[in-house]
């Protein structure tokens, strides 16, 4: 009589235990799985990632961690997807506005966005990164 009510419990459980799991969605999993390293960072077709460069505070790694904050070169803030997880918005104290980005590629290899930086001279920005 022990074992059925054991076997039972068991079983309630497990699906109990698998129903509270939110599933996250491949993007953020590939997103947060690994710390992304600064490949290419170009303004108008140019490199801009030479101290003193537009981007050169984006050089280096980006965290993206699971509690929506991070680590994106030098800057320290928040992160979060939008509009049906094809842009990526990320705040910074140290940015003078929010920053969304257009998600190009996002695969386990390869993480590029886009956006148009509303300058004096507005600059077409694209940002690739891989996998460190």
Request: proline share 5%.
């Amino acid at each position: 009589m022990k074992r059925p009510l054991l076997l039972f419990m068991l079983v309630m459980t497990l699906i109990v235990s698998s129903c509270n799991k939110d599933k996250e969605s491949d993007r953020f999993t590939l997103l947060t799985s690994h710390t992304w390293t600064s490949d290419s960072l170009m303004a108008n077709g140019v490199d801009a990632s030479d101290p003193g460069g537009m981007l050169a505070l984006f050089k280096g790694d980006a965290d993206f961690n699971e509690d929506g904050t991070g680590n994106f070169g030098q800057y320290t803030g928040t992160w979060m997807f939008t509009d049906n997880e094809t842009n990526l918005a990320i705040t910074s104290p140290d940015l003078p506005f929010a920053l969304t980005t257009h998600i190009a590629e996002l695969t386990a290899v390869s993480l590029k966005v886009t956006f148009t930086y509303p300058g004096l001279i507005p600059s077409n920005i694209r940002m690739t990164f891989k996998p460190k």
